[in-house]
């Protein structure tokens, strides 16, 4: 059975978006691998279904390019929240995902190209809720990278917007060997369910550099769910204000984490690539 599927990206953390509303769509791990291989594949950081949903106008389903399933997607969210709103005249439509219900607001709907903004609910504090795999401060986690008595990095903040992440705040976040310092930590055994490693550099108290390394994906020029992580972990730390620029490789996503009521609202901008035709 062939598919159709939009090819999408967020600062250019990208997709292939399926529309699975009306037809079941259940793939298997080593297709999801090889439709994401980008030299023998399509090529993806994650691949997004659309699914019918009761609680909310549509439920996101994310699974990264290792075939692992994630809870919640943020530069996603963007994508599908432009997809929907193709189709409604409502401008807000509330997206489920299994990291919890958000909502997204299409700000530009251009042809192709489109500027949106998801309200993520809230961030996640807790050291059960991370997960950790042992009680823990998550605004200062007993953590570091490298040498035990010279660490590279260390004492990170754990945040989960639905899904884990681990932000260490560096000097020069151009300096950071990502690969190599954020391989070691996404499988560490603190993280019973993996994590995504955030490596910021606060530029001014509404401005942080940031660059990621994602569970299950590797590098990506973006991650939506980890600005929102980085923002909310350099406030709790005193280190910026609760709005401000999380400037990755991609581009920026301008964060809000919203005192009223605890949420996070991210903007950016979506862009279709092109449209294509899936086996599966
Ligand atoms: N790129 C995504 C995050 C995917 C996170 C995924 N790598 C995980 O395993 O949680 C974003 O824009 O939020």
């Not at 399509?42 to 809870?71: C, H, K, P, Y």
């Not at 260390?154 to 945040?159: D, L, M, Q």
């Not at 705040?169 to 930590?185: C, H, K, W, Y």
């Not at 993996?194 to 940031?210: C, K, L, S």
Request: contains cysteine.
């Amino acid at each position: 059975m062939t598919r159709p599927f939009l090819k999408m990206n967020g600062l250019g953390n990208d997709f292939i978006v399926i529309d699975a509303r009306d037809a079941g769509f259940a793939p298997r791990t080593e297709d999801i691998r090889a439709w994401g291989d980008r030299a023998s594949g399509i090529g993806f950081d994650q691949l997004i279904a659309i699914e019918g949903s009761e609680t909310g106008d549509a439920f996101m389903r994310v699974w990264n390019s290792d075939g692992g399933t994630v809870e919640t997607c943020g530069n996603a969210l963007r994508c599908v929240g432009w997809v929907l709103d193709k189709a409604t005249d409502s401008d807000e439509l509330t997206i489920d995902t299994l990291g919890g219900l958000t909502t997204a607001k299409v700000l530009e709907a251009d042809a192709r190209t489109g500027m949106v903004s998801v309200d993520m609910g809230k961030p996640r504090l807790n050291w059960d809720q991370i997960p950790l795999s042992e009680e823990m401060d998550t605004l200062r986690l007993e953590l570091q990278i490298g040498p035990i008595d010279a660490p590279l990095y260390h004492t990170p903040v754990a945040v989960s917007m639905g899904n884990p992440h681990v932000v260490f705040f560096v000097d020069d976040v151009m300096a950071v060997d990502v690969e190599r310092s954020g391989s070691l930590i996404e499988h560490h055994p603190l993280f019973p369910e993996g994590v995504n490693v955030e490596f910021a550099q606060v530029i001014d108290r509404n401005i942080i550099r940031m660059r990621v390394w994602e569970r299950g994906a590797g590098i990506t020029k973006a991650c939506g769910t980890g600005a929102c992580a980085t923002l909310v972990a350099a406030a709790r730390r005193g280190l910026t204000e609760r709005h401000g620029n999380v400037i990755m490789d991609g581009g920026p996503l301008h964060i809000l984490w919203r005192a009223a009521d605890d949420h996070v609202i991210m903007t950016g901008p979506v862009e279709v690539e092109f449209e294509g035709q899936l086996d599966g």
